[in-house]
């Protein structure tokens, strides 16, 4: 069994700020949240690729000083990416991305989990994060 080869995101856009809200549903095991990204455009592109992994993307729009676009939004499990096709050129400039996503609070000590404790016998869960290395990409879209 071969492993994948490994391959970083393309320079051409990179981020400056990440606001981040991320809810957890503690009865559910799962999330929901919204990344506001401000981007460095640093030359013409068509798409924007970032992390992600076991996220659900409900929407993304791209705003700039002159234009706001919907793109198409693709995932790629096995890269761990998003893509962002934009339908037009994006021009070098600043640009800002909003990604509305959800997710699960999985088991694993990674990412976004779940920690269960116990208080008066009761068993009770609190939401924790593990960002190391690429981790964060299963808590928000990200270029990590």
């Known amino acids: ?7 970083r995101l393309p320079v051409s856009v990179t981020p400056t700020h990440y606001a981040i809200k991320l809810k957890p549903d503690l009865v559910n095991h799962t999330f929901s949240g919204q990344a506001i990204v401000k981007l460095e455009v640093k030359e013409p592109v068509s798409s924007i690729i970032c992390n992600a992994n ?9 705003v700039t000083d002159s234009t706001t676009i ?7 499990k096995e890269e761990e990416t998003v893509t962002l096709a934009l339908g037009q050129q994006l021009s070098p400039g600043l ?11 999985n088991d694993k000590m990674s ?9 008066d016998g ?3 869960f609190a939401a ?6 690429t981790d964060a990409r299963q808590a928000f879209p990200c270029w990590d």
């Open 70 to 76: 919907s793109p198409v939004i693709s995932l790629n």
């Open 111 to 119: 990412g976004f989990y779940r920690s269960k404790y116990m208080v």
């Open 1 to 7: 069994m071969s492993s994948k080869p490994f391959s």
């Open 54 to 62: 076991e996220l659900d993307l409900l929407s993304a729009s791209v």
């Open 95 to 105: 640009a800002t991305v909003t990604y509305q996503f959800t997710g699960i609070l």
């Open 122 to 124: 009761q068993e009770k």
């Open 128 to 133: 924790v994060t593990q960002f190391e290395a």
